[in-house]
């Protein structure tokens, strides 16, 4: 199985994110995740581990406003710059939003902290010196992943860091800057009609804004009750699609302690919606923090559940790119990647 993975992402190390409730905490979605599944992956015998290909810019302007890719490309040195006189004072690393934007509704701000806040929507995407080239390597892996399968292979997958499905347009939040199972869909539906598979604990408000109003591509997503969890303002079951896009979006939220065999029944749905799609390839946005004991998530689904949820998949017989996602307890995080892709290699 060809497996995409840059050394890049260890460049994106911020030092902290602000948890909920403003606690200071080391960052869940750290460098130490891709060594747990690339040391698991090394083992399985099955995995071709290579660079991304260098596609250049444009499938990554075919999903995200080039705006928005200016500001990530220039926002950690722009705040070095001009963060001015309290940024020295503090010497703070990391770029984290001074100010949102209420209902959207005013311009773009000049000041490299509002400008953040125009283009973040929570305060868990913290920006590093090395944060644009690991993100733009992440979403190679993703394009990459998704040429392998358009010229054939049967499964590719893209050893994401950072994750995507939360990173819209125009905007990042939940470790996410750029939306890598979104921009290899975008870049297949080139082909043809094109599913997208969100098995992420939680929602993938990035990629259903992305395709909320597209025909041609069909996004799913299975994940933690958005009343309750986040990402708070997305997810909800009856949220659908919009004008030419209607009913090309489903959000199936499910309850905090969902076990296998309820999540397999969810799933059973969403995988009825993709067959009557018909679409001629799949993206899986494979996120590992369904596992039991995430810490942060709370479903109970186990690592041969999550080996069902593969084989399930594979059986749609759909070329098949999967991107990496979350996933947050690196002791399981091998093993539960292994046991998704084995049913695939
Ligand atoms: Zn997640």
Redesign the pocket.
């Known amino acids: 199985m060809k497996v995409y993975y840059s050394e890049a992402h260890r460049e994106h190390n911020p030092p902290f994110e602000v948890f909920e409730g403003g606690i200071q905490v080391p960052v869940f979605e750290c460098p130490e995740r891709m060594d747990r599944i690339l040391g698991a992956l090394r083992h399985s015998g099955w995995a071709d581990i290579m660079p991304p290909e260098d596609v250049g810019l444009d499938p990554i302007l075919a999903v995200h406003n080039a705006d928005y890719i200016e500001y990530l490309r220039t926002a950690f040195d722009d705040w070095q710059r001009d963060g001015g006189e309290l940024g020295a004072r503090y010497a703070s690393p990391v770029l984290i939003p001074a100010a949102f934007p209420p209902r959207r509704s005013a311009g773009k701000p000049r000041s490299i902290g509002a400008r953040a806040g125009y283009y973040t929507m929570d305060l868990s995407a913290p920006i590093v010196a090395g944060t644009y080239r690991a993100a733009v390597e992440s979403a190679q892996c993703a394009v990459s992943a998704a040429k392998a399968v358009a010229a054939g292979e049967r499964v590719a997958y893209a050893l994401c860091r950072p994750?995507g499905?939360h990173a819209g347009r125009d905007y990042c939040g939940?470790y996410c800057y750029l939306n890598n199972a979104s921009i290899a869909a975008r870049w297949l539906s080139l082909i043809g009609k094109v599913a997208v598979l969100d098995i992420?604990?939680?929602a993938g408000n990035g990629t259903q804004d992305i395709f909320y109003e597209s025909a041609d591509v069909l996004t799913i997503s299975i994940?933690a009750n958005p009343a309750t969890h986040?990402p708070s303002f997305m997810g909800y079951a009856d949220e659908i699609g919009e004008g030419i896009g209607r009913g090309r979006h489903r959000n199936f939220p499910l309850p905090s302690h969902t076990g296998d065999a309820d999540y397999l029944r969810a799933f059973g749905e969403a995988l009825e919606l993709i067959r009557n799609f018909s679409p001629r390839a799949l993206v899986v946005s494979a996120?590992m923090?369904i596992h039991v004991g995430d810490p942060?998530?709370d479903f109970d689904v186990t690592t041969e559940g999550i080996g069902e949820i593969g084989r399930r998949i594979v059986a749609l017989g759909l070329p098949t790119v999967v991107a990496q996602?979350?996933?947050?307890n690196t002791d399981a995080l091998g093993a539960n990647v292994v046991s998704f892709l084995s049913a695939f290699a």
Request: charged share 20%; glycine share 32%.
């Open positions: 994750p499905h939940g992420d604990y939680h994940h986040y996120g923090d942060l998530g996602e979350g996933g947050y």
